[in-house]
């Protein structure tokens, strides 16, 4: 449940930082081994393209 929710979280914007608090992680990476990419690839490249537009 936690990865599922650290992944939702920052899979909708919400910055890394907040993410760690509310995790309750002291350090960054410990919240980073948490989240996964749960988008497909071609809703990633998307994602990446608006980016960089």
């Given at each position: ?26 350090n ?7 989240i996964y ?17």
């Amino acid at each position: 449940m936690r990865k599922t929710y650290a992944s939702n979280l920052n899979s909708c914007g919400v910055p890394l930082d907040c993410i760690r608090e509310m995790m309750g992680h002291n350090n960054l990476n410990t919240t980073l081994g948490y989240i996964y990419n749960p988008l497909t690839g071609e809703q990633t490249y998307d994602l990446i393209t608006k980016a960089l537009q």
